[in-house]
């Protein structure tokens, strides 16, 4: 059966009331897929409605709608290929960066339009950071990694600002006591759990409002990968984050809302203890018990 047939299926006859409209004509429609849960809010931080994304001719984002809310960590979830990573570089249109992909939609942050033509993307990436799989900290000292940023965006009146800038990030990302003493010593001579809190803190130190993360801890072992997740629920009480993980566990333990994707389409979007005890659709029950992906 083919993917788009199979999806239909999937979408339509296992959760009928789930089911958007299907056009037997227009295989854009049938290849559709309704969000279940919650995936829109009052007052949210970042709005995204009807996010198509392509590479090329291949549809790999459809038709999402989803609201993120403040000092909210939401969860993304589901099997390798179905779209997480490409969603997320939506929110800070990273997407732009690769050659063959279009997206479509609109994406609001604070009620802005990111996509708009005349949007300085540098400071949108500064406003909504990201951190990555693997923690990619620049051949430079520690100070110079979380400086670079404040002083590029001119954020210090002068080195003390600036120095107080490092200090502060450091503590926030929970990496100062560690480091304190080695400040000029190169960033990349950390181990890989210290280099992920020092990329959280460069994100941290130009003040963004939004975080993704994708997959921050996948290289980690799982001390480096607790001390992540307590930083991560701190920092909430400052900034909206967004977290691609594979563990199930991890979304648990440190979300408050949790979204499955599955073939490009966001399934479902419900409370995480909703969500993993109670899920609404039948292709999110599959997943959390292990029947698929
Ligand atoms: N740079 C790219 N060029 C072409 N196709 C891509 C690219 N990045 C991702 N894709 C495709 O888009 C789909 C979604 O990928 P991705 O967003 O990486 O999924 P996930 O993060 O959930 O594993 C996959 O089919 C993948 O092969
Ligand atoms: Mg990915």
């Keep these: 059966m083919c993917t788009t047939m199979k999806k239909r299926l999937d979408c339509n006859s296992l959760n009928p009331g789930a089911a958007s409209a299907v056009s037997d004509e227009g295989l854009n429609d049938s290849n559709r897929c309704q969000t279940v849960g919650e995936p829109l809010l009052e007052n949210p931080r970042i709005s995204c409605r009807e996010i198509d994304v ?16 403040h000092n909210e960590v939401i969860a993304m979830i589901g099997p390798s290929g179905c779209g997480k990573s490409t969603f997320l570089r939506c929110i800070n249109r990273m997407n732009d960066t690769i050659d063959s992909c279009r997206v479509s939609g609109s994406i609001l942050l604070d009620g802005q339009d990111i996509n708009r033509p005349d949007l300085d993307v540098v400071l949108l990436r500064a406003r909504v950071g990201m951190v990555f799989q693997k923690p990619n900290p620049f051949p430079k000292s520690i100070r110079e990694n979380v400086a670079y940023g404040p002083k590029i965006h001119g954020l210090a009146r002068n080195k003390a600002e600036l120095e107080e800038i ?43 409002e939004v975080i993704l993360m994708d997959e921050p801890c996948s290289a980690l072992d799982p001390i480096a990968t607790a001390k992540i997740e307590d930083l991560i629920t701190e920092l909430r009480d400052k900034f909206t ?39 609404k659709h039948k292709l999110t029950e599959d997943y959390i018990t292990g029947r698929f992906g």
């Design 166 to 208: 490092v200090t502060t990030s450091l503590q926030r990302a929970g990496l100062w006591d560690e480091v304190k003493d080695r400040l000029d010593e190169p960033g990349t001579g950390l181990s890989g759990g210290q280099q992920q809190r020092l990329c959280i803190a460069r994100t941290i130190a130009v003040s963004p």
């Design 241 to 279: 984050i967004i977290i691609v993980t594979h563990s199930m566990q991890q979304a648990s333990r440190i979300s408050q809302r949790t979204a499955y994707f599955h073939l490009g389409d966001l399934v479902e979007v419900s409370s995480t203890s909703q969500l993993f005890t109670n899920p």
């Design 54 to 69: 392509f590479y090329g001719k291949k549809q790999a984002i459809n038709s999402v709608s989803l609201d993120i809310g």
